[in-house]
């Protein structure tokens, strides 16, 4: 369920690296709490994150939640499907609907993350 | 009820309260006075109003007709008692009026989205600057001075506790529409939005397209202003305007000494997630029947808290009734009519005086006062039971000698007649 090859975060954030571009989304967990997802609020390309910071928003009919950046560094691209298409977080939120991609500052934040198995437990202990 | 309730007496409800706080004495009020002592006392009270005189004021609140239907419509009890709804989608008849009275906003103002209703036309030019400044993630505003003065001072209200500069830019002598290269010289790339109000408070036609340029140019929105809501009749609504704010006081809403009126804002579709205020929307139930909802509701406070677009969470609920069964009664050939008619009224007393300025007005126009000040004049009127122009000083020390008249429908001849001599 939950790829081998990302990295989590306890607020139901995942990231998967390549090289110095991190590709960030929310968790299957996260879109089943939501509820039916109506919009995605992002950060224009060029805008500088740091972990653990807000990076835009999640809405559903009647919440809205924010999105933690999972790492710092800059934005560079957002996923152009979801502004037709938001409840495609719903159906593939670890992959056609990921949220954004950051040019990596820092690297060695990644350390910090879960594993998927981490992740896991913390979801199951959440319930 | 205290047998069931399990205590002795009225006053065991209350022994928790300290001592020191409590009343120990009866509340020092009159004796009850009967129905018709009531009704006694207010009737003497509206008779100190000044009841059958003629009113030459403008400048906010328009002395219009109220069509009779107005009032059947509004007085039923689903309308004029029920609260707002808290669980919308209950209350279809609430929805199904307030989405109708949006769609003829956007049909008036030329914009894709209106919502609901906002307090009054100032309090929606401040919401308006508000909401360009998140959505172009600048912080400084620009607001022309021949925007009325009252809102320019709400707008300050608003801005000063949210450090948010407002700059102000000036208008011509001559034309009394906006000085461009004013507004030129102070515009820049921290500017969020440029306000302007058209017809102005000198209720002269102003130049929209030239002001959408040089805002548009360096990335600001315009947000267009209207107080005179019967200008929408016959003025072509702003291409250019990307938010407009205004007043419906016009359309069946009596002065009534200031208010309570009803404020529109309404912008394009790409922005409306920044819309402060109720938006219903259409959509369908479970029966595939057409249905109203509250939507986008995730703007709004009670979900995003202090990231909500705005603090209002209500509208204006009656008096925005009582606007669209003014713009259903009237129509789009008879709002055209009334607002020809206030063009010919104005004109035609305009034609026996000298305005001040050289600009295209709509019903309002300012007259400088030769031999006598405008109070004097005013006084003189009074006399004849002719309630004049507004003096001008108060607001525009330049314009001290000059006060702001206006005709609408309701304006006769006879007395129009009777102002115009008074400034011979």
């Known amino acids: 369920m939950y790829p081998e090859n990302f990295r989590y975060t306890k607020e139901h954030e995942w990231v998967r690296v390549e090289g110095d571009i991190g590709t960030i989304g929310i968790t299957d967990h996260a879109q089943q709490e939501l509820g039916d997802i109506v919009y995605a609020d992002l950060p224009k390309p060029g805008t500088s994150v740091a972990q653990g910071a807000t990076a835009g928003s999640v809405e559903s009919v009647k919440a809205v939640s924010d999105i933690y950046a999972p790492v710092s560094g800059q934005v560079t691209e957002i996923n152009p499907v979801l502004a037709d298409a938001p409840e495609k977080l719903n159906e593939d939120p670890h992959g056609e609907a990921w949220l954004m991609k950051i040019k990596l500052s820092a690297p060695a934040e990644i350390g910090k993350l879960l594993s998927a198995a981490e992740y896991q437990k913390y979801i199951e202990a959440e319930k | ?424």
């Open chain 2, 1 to 424: 009820m205290l047998d069931v309730i399990g205590v002795g007496s009225v006053e065991d409800l209350f022994a928790h309260l300290p001592e020191a706080v409590r009343l120990k004495q009866p509340l020092d009020l009159p004796a009850g006075i009967s129905e018709y002592e009531v009704v006694e006392y207010f009737s003497a009270r509206a008779a100190e109003n000044a009841t059958g005189y003629s009113c030459f004021l403008g400048a906010g609140a328009y002395n219009h007709f109220r069509p009779v239907l107005v009032d059947t419509v509004v007085s039923r009890g689903e309308f004029l008692t029920s609260y707002t709804p808290y669980q919308a989608e209950i209350s279809q008849g609430t929805l199904t009026t307030i989405f109708e009275f949006q769609t003829m906003i956007c049909q008036l103002t030329g914009m894709d989205v209106a919502n609901a209703s906002m307090y009054d036309g100032s309090t929606a030019m401040a919401e308006a600057a508000m909401m360009a400044v998140r959505a172009t993630g600048r912080g400084r505003v620009l607001v022309a001075r021949s925007v009325h003065p009252e809102y320019r001072a709400v707008l300050r209200t608003y801005s000063e506790n949210q450090g948010m500069p407002v700059e102000e830019f000036g208008y011509v002598a001559e034309a009394g529409t906006i000085d461009l290269e004013d507004l030129d010289r102070k515009m820049d790339d921290l500017t969020a939005a440029v306000i302007v109000q058209s017809p102005n408070f000198f209720g002269i036609v102003d130049q929209l397209p030239a002001a959408a340029e040089i805002a548009h140019g360096r990335g600001a929105l315009l947000i267009v202003v209207f107080t005179e809501a019967v200008s929408l009749g016959i003025l072509r609504p702003s291409a250019e305007a990307d938010i407009v704010a205004g007043e419906l006081q016009s359309f069946a809403i009596a002065p009534s000494y200031g208010g309570p009126y009803a404020g529109v804002i309404a912008t394009r579709d790409k922005y409306v997630r920044q819309m402060p205020g109720r938006l219903v929307g259409q959509t369908v139930d479970t029966r595939g029947n057409r249905a109203f909802c509250l939507t986008l509701a995730t703007r709004e406070q009670h979900i995003r808290r202090e990231k909500a677009t705005s603090n209002i969470c209500t509208n204006q609920a009656l008096l925005a009734l009582m606007a669209s069964v003014f713009m259903t009664v009237y129509g789009k050939q008879g709002l055209r009519e009334l607002a020809e008619q206030n063009l010919a009224k104005a004109h035609y007393l305009s034609g026996q005086l000298r305005p001040r300025f050289c600009g295209k007005f709509f019903n309002e126009f300012v007259v400088k006062a030769a031999g006598r000040t405008p109070d004097e004049i005013n006084k003189a009127l009074l006399k004849k039971k002719i309630i004049g122009g507004l003096p001008l000083g108060r607001f525009y020390p330049e314009l001290a000698d000059s006060m702001l008249l206006c005709a609408t429908e309701m304006s006769r001849r006879p007395d129009m007649d009777v102002v115009a001599e008074a400034f011979q």
